[in-house]
Each structure stands twice: as C-alpha cells, then as structure tokens.
C-alpha cells in the first residue's frame, strides 16, 4: 500500500504566489519526509517532520503534520520558476517496504 | 565521490537481453535501496539492503529481477529475459541508518529502455 499520498496530482501557480500541497498516510509514523523530482533526475530531500513536530520551517519551506488526520502539507513562499517539479512525501514507519512514494504533486511555476 | 552515482544513465537493450545497472552508494552508507519509477509515477520500491544481505525484496516484481550487494558497498540490479514492461528509470539510494530514521540520498537513475 502506498505510504504517502499527495494532492493535488498538478498544481499550477504565478512566480511570486504560495504553494500548498497535502499528502496523506496510512499508517503510524516515525517520520514524515518531503522529496522534489526535477524532470528526469533523481529525487532530492528537502525536509524531514518528525512524528512529534507539528510544524517545521526551513527556508522558503514550512511543513505541517496533524498525526490525528494522518496527514502533512508542504507551502513554498514566494515560488520561483526554478520551483517547477514533482514533490512526493513518504512516511517512515520504520519498515523498507513502508519507504513507498506516491505519484506527487506536479508544480508547475509560471514566469 | 560526493553522491550515489549509477551507470550507465541510459541503456537500450532489446527483449529477451539480459542487462546490469550498477550503483555506487555514497561512503559509508550501510543502507542501500532500488527502485523503478515509470513516466508520471513515483517511485516504485524494489528491494532494500543493510550491509551485503539484503533486508527485504519484497518488492521485487518476478524472479527475472535480482540484486547483490556483495561487499555492503556497490550494488548491481541484473534483469534476465528483459520485456519491454520493464522500461522505467532505476533509482538507487542510500543512507547512513536504517530505515525509519532518516533521509535517502538518491541518484540521477538509469534509464532502461526494452525495445
């Protein structure tokens, strides 16, 4: 079963506009992580929430996690073109096979 | 060298070949992972190693596909009798601690294609 879901699939936004996406998870949680694809390279880390964090900030980056919903957000301030890219979440619940990605959220930043 | 570099970026190869991708994991990393990842999805996870075992292949897709890590370090992907379904870009990552515990540091893929 897939360990983390993201919504919206697409979202389409002006260069200077906020960027909201959500993912959601199945099941108990050690950690909650947020990984950006850019068009054919591979994935790259870019925050790790843990289970008992609500919110964390890193840069341009604020992520959100409410455990009783089983659920995460990832916002991005002031979005670049640069931003454009697929963002997956993953929840870490301690096991490989739970290390399982959905099909993210494909951001598209408008010049 | 800084990231986990896989060769080749790209193979073609026709059905019924056989091919090996290769990863090279940052050093250091004991914890190394596969995965397939085809155009508009995320990635698919195929198996996982801690040191040379490997930990958990669950999500391997048939007995065709096989991987060793014989040394806890590089690891090699091999595809028997390869079909055009197999078509995906394999990403491997790798990290410090085991799973549950932390980030994964991937690389760029290699892109197979089965004609």
């Known amino acids: 079963s897939q360990q983390g879901e993201e919504d919206p699939q697409a979202l389409s936004i002006q260069e200077g506009e906020n960027a909201t996406m959500n993912c959601s998870y199945k099941t108990s949680i050690n950690n909650l992580q947020w990984y950006r694809q850019n068009s054919g390279r591979g994935l790259v880390h870019l925050i790790l929430i843990r289970s008992n964090e609500r919110e964390k900030h890193s840069g341009r980056l604020r992520v959100t996690l409410d455990t009783s919903k089983k659920s995460s957000s990832l916002l991005i301030t002031a979005s670049r073109a640069a931003d454009t890219a697929s963002y997956f979440c993953v929840n870490e619940a301690g096991s490989a096979r739970q290390l399982t990605f959905g099909s993210g959220t494909q951001l598209t930043v408008l010049p | 060298g800084a990231g986990v570099s896989q060769t080749p970026s790209n193979k073609v190869t026709e059905k019924g070949k056989y091919v090996e991708l290769r990863c090279d994991p940052i050093s250091g990393h004991t914890a190394l992972y596969w995965y397939r990842q085809s155009l508009g999805q995320g990635p698919e996870f195929l198996i996982y190693f801690q040191g040379t075992g490997a930990a958990d292949d669950s999500g391997l897709p048939n007995d065709r596909f096989f991987a060793v890590r014989p040394e806890g370090s590089v690891s090699t992907l091999k595809i028997q009798r390869t079909e055009r379904g197999d078509s995906a870009v394999y990403l491997c990552?790798?990290?410090?601690?085991?799973?549950?515990?932390?980030?994964?540091?991937f690389g760029e893929g290699s892109r197979l294609t089965v004609l």
């Open positions: 990552a790798s990290s410090p601690r085991a799973p549950g515990t932390g980030e994964l540091f």
